[in-house]
Structures are given as C-alpha cells and as structure tokens.
C-alpha cells in the first residue's frame, strides 16, 4: 500500500527559481493538503483542497500555488522560490472530515 | 484566526515514568482532536484522537483527554519506553481545516 508519496524527497533550488512538488494518494480521499514544517514552528497549513478542481488558502499561502485536476494528485508550485521557504514540505490526505489525516515523508527542500 | 497552543516545548521523562502534553485551542467549532506521533526523517502519524461528545479515550498505554468548556485536551502516556521519544503534535479540527500546536519533543531517558 502507497498511501501518499511524495515526489522528490530533496531538492536544492537557486533564489528565483521555481519548482513543483507533487503529492499523490492511492485511498481515493477527498481532502489533501499541503504544510510546511519548520524548527520550533509545527505544521502550518499552506493550503488545501476539498475535492478535484477546488483550492483554498491556509495559514501561510504567499509565495505558493497549488492545484487539484485529478483526484489523486495535488501539486504545490514555488513560481520563484526564495530562502524564507528553506523548509520540510509535507502533504497529507483524508477522506473527509474530521477524521484521520495521512501523512507523506516529505520534501526537504533548501533554497539557496 | 484559528490556533492551538501546546506545552511544553521539550520533555524529558524517566523510562517507566509517565508523560504529559498539554493543549489549548481558539476555535469552538473544533469538535475532533487528534494526536501525532513524529519520528525522525518520517511524516506524522496518527496515535490517538478523541472527539467532543468525549471526555476521555484510552488505547493501552496513551489516553487522551479532552475538557470543552476549558478548551484544553491532554495526551498522557504511562510506563514510558525509549521508542516513546519523538516529537508529539496535537491538532484540532473544525470543518475542514486541521491546525496543529508547534508540537512537543519528547526524550526517554535510560
């Protein structure tokens, strides 16, 4: 079982740069989401999506954009990235809610 | 806006002693609260939750426990043991959205 992969598990970036991150999930869940993790700072939502086709923003969106075309997939973009989003990035999925959120292992990613 | 405060920062217990995180929230639409577990290089999991028609759930050695009308919920882990250290999140969700607290790390010491 997959559950949520996330792909790539590194990434180095150049200031200005943009890159994708993509999330894909095998439980058919309605819900995914996108966080970033930082020392001392916890899991803070970027942002989410309820369903195929629909977005929204969370707690930190400035700087990223996502989409939702297919159910399985969400995919976080950094149009031009910079050092403040030096940052462990994890997506999560759930079936509805509120209910049990399921984790991938992250994308370390170091923008210099 | 919606927030979840989570104390302490650090704990440290003695292996065989007992762990306690605490965790407040804003939101009073939140009505489900989960905990997760975070070893290192891995995602979050998931190790208990409890929803607000409780006041207590237990599964073996952890339990939680949640108190509406004070917006707190405790996780409480008894008879430590080194694979308990990790870092701890709790997490409150209204509709949609799930916020977590800055999160707790917790060392078993020998």
């Known amino acids: 079982n997959a559950g949520v992969t996330q792909t790539p598990k590194f990434r180095v970036l150049k200031t200005g740069q943009s890159m994708t991150l993509l999330c894909a999930q095998d439980?058919?869940?309605?819900?995914m989401y996108w966080y970033r993790q930082d020392p001392g700072m916890g899991l803070r939502l970027i942002h989410y999506?309820?369903?195929?086709?629909?977005?929204a923003k969370g707690e930190v969106p400035d700087g990223y954009n996502v989409s939702r075309l297919k159910k399985q997939n969400f995919l976080l973009g950094l149009e031009s990235a910079a050092p403040s989003q030096t940052s462990v990035y994890f997506c999560?999925?759930?079936?509805?809610?509120?209910?049990?959120?399921?984790f991938g292992q992250g994308t370390r990613l170091t923008v210099v | 806006g919606e927030n979840v405060e989570q104390h302490p920062s650090t704990l440290s217990v003695q292996e065989g002693d007992s762990a306690v995180i605490k965790c407040t929230y804003s939101?009073?639409?939140?009505?489900?609260f989960p905990w997760y577990k975070q070893e290192l290089g891995k995602g979050p999991q998931l190790i208990i939750d409890?929803?607000?028609?409780?006041g207590e759930k237990k599964d073996q050695r952890i339990a939680v426990t949640l108190n509406k009308t004070a917006k707190h919920f405790s996780l409480h882990i008894t008879e430590t043991q080194p694979e308990d250290s990790a870092v701890y999140f709790c997490?409150?969700?209204?509709?949609?959205?799930?916020?977590f607290g800055k999160g707790t790390r917790l060392h078993i010491l020998p």
């Open positions: 439980m058919n869940h309605e819900y």
């Open positions: 997490a409150a969700v209204g509709s949609i959205k799930i916020i």
């Open positions: 999560a999925s759930s079936p509805g809610s509120p209910t049990e959120a399921f």
């Open positions: 999506s309820v369903g195929e086709g629909t977005t």
């Open positions: 939101d009073s639409a939140s009505n489900y």
């Open positions: 409890i929803r607000s028609n409780v």
